[in-house]
């Protein structure tokens, strides 16, 4: 796939900011129908963290809404915000997270510095923007640590205008429910597949797309969904498991025991797996990898995966919780290795934990009068079910400090979506649809 190498790189101040205008955008204005896809590095530690581009392409189709630009919600650490450069005003942001964030918090992160690819899709701007990547300081509050100028008319953009995006195959087609500026497209990118697994994958894929639409509020919003399948194999089967001495050169560069963990199954080859979609409508993106070994792994509007063990119809709904959802997990490991994220100061970005400190920001209103708070743990309740709502201790990995909204939850312990965790996906959902 051509791109165009990225000449210019505009530094600017660090100018704290905090929620965005969301006015209406008139989207034929300020966009074209192309998205624009900007491949950069993430370099750092947990001192530092720079962005370096390293190019841009134009993909001829704009996935996303065209009148829903502005992100709603104050989640991720990271957010992209597009600026027109001529009057400042706010045209589109997303908030997100990276693998960098968690590599950062490991005993590695700390000195170590280490380069990561990242990838972002924009809908193609016909003036000159800013495009400002923003991080949240130790007050939570987003700064701008570099804005691209970026001028439709420069050389590098008509260049990419002219190059054509390389389409390996053209993707299968799972479930087509029109319009993709009114679905939410989803891609599912089959990885582990050697040449001689094609029947399988395609098998594999229609049992993913419905893990994807099987679990409320997914089923309730079938209809909202087009589902896409890339199929496209690597060299050989299986997935690359260091602990287990497997090196398999995949599709996307997977494995397991991402930062020490034998089940977190993740891939840093964003080039990579954004080169394997290519051109096919992309609003979210899950990897399928073909093993049976239990693992999985996903990042707010970054990617979800996982793999084909016999889970995989519920974990593939919990990673879509953190990849669609920016959810928390709701449950409680002290011992992982990126536990340290939610520091209990401060009230965590994602809606579906809270360490009180801001609680009427998160579920107090939905909590039936007379709920204590915190509320005491109720351990008759089935597994299967959430019980009753409340502000129950133990979650975001921490056993103190940090509360959920229920005993059971998707984000615990695979039970079915809390209704604070429903109603984030159903926002999201209305935030690519509507
Ligand atoms: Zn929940």
């Known amino acids: ?19 965005l205008s969301a006015q209406n955008v008139k989207f034929k204005k300020y966009f074209e129908d192309y998205t624009l896809r900007i491949d950069y590095h993430r370099v750092g530690n947990r001192q530092q963290d720079t962005v370096k581009l390293v190019a841009i392409e134009r993909i001829p189709l704009w996935a996303g809404s065209l009148t829903r630009l502005i992100d709603p919600f104050d989640n991720g650490e990271y957010r992209v915000v597009v600026k027109d450069a001529a009057s400042g005003r ?10 960098f964030r968690e590599y950062r918090d490991t005993p590695q992160g700390r000195d170590s510095v280490a380069c990561y690819e990242e990838v972002l899709r924009l809908p193609w701007p016909k003036c000159k923007v800013d495009i400002c990547f923003q991080k949240r300081d130790s007050n939570q509050r987003y700064y701008t640590q570099y804005c691209y100028r970026f001028d439709p008319d420069s050389a590098l953009a008509e260049l990419a205008k002219v190059s054509k995006v390389k389409v390996v195959v053209p993707p299968v087609c799972l479930q087509n429910k029109g319009n993709s500026h009114k679905k939410m497209d989803v891609v599912i990118v089959p990885e582990g597949y050697g040449p001689a697994d094609t029947a399988k994958m395609m098998r594999d894929m229609r049992s993913f797309c419905d893990y994807l639409l099987g679990q409320e509020p997914f089923a309730s919003r079938r209809g909202d969904f087009n589902v896409w399948g890339v199929p496209l194999t690597g060299e050989a089967s299986g997935i690359t498991n260091p602990t287990k001495g497997i090196k398999v050169n995949s599709l996307v560069g997977s494995s397991y025991n991402t930062f020490g ?9 964003l080039f990579q797996l954004h080169n394997a979609i290519g051109s096919t409508p992309c609003d979210h993106i899950i990897i399928m990898a073909n093993s049976t070994t239990y693992g ?8 979800a995966m ?34 340290d994220m939610h520091a209990l100061t401060f009230e965590p970005t994602e809606p579906n934990i809270t360490t009180l400190v801001d609680f009427d920001s998160k579920w107090a209103a939905m909590l039936p009068k007379g709920t204590p708070i915190p509320t005491p743990a109720d351990n008759s309740v089935s597994r299967r079910e959430n019980g009753p709502m409340g ?5 975001g990995y921490h056993s103190k400090g940090i509360y959920r909204p229920v005993m059971h939850c998707m984000m615990r312990d695979y039970a079915p979506f809390c209704p604070v965790c429903a109603k984030r996906l159903n926002d999201i959902f209305d935030l690519y649809t509507k």
């Open 306 to 339: 996982s793999s084909l063990n016999e889970m995989a119809y519920m974990v593939l709904p919990h990673e879509l919780g953190h990849s669609i959802g920016g959810l928390a997990d709701e449950y409680v490991d002290e011992d992982l290795s990126y536990g």
């Open 391 to 395: 502000v129950y201790e133990g979650a």
């Open 90 to 99: 706010d045209l589109y942001s997303r908030g997100y997270n990276t693998l």
């Open 261 to 269: 963990s034998d089940r977190y199954l993740m891939t840093s080859h």
């Open 1 to 19: 796939m051509k791109k165009m190498v990225l000449l210019i790189c505009v530094m600017s101040g660090l100018l704290t900011s905090g929620s």
């Open 296 to 303: 999985g792994g996903a990042i707010y509007n970054f990617y």
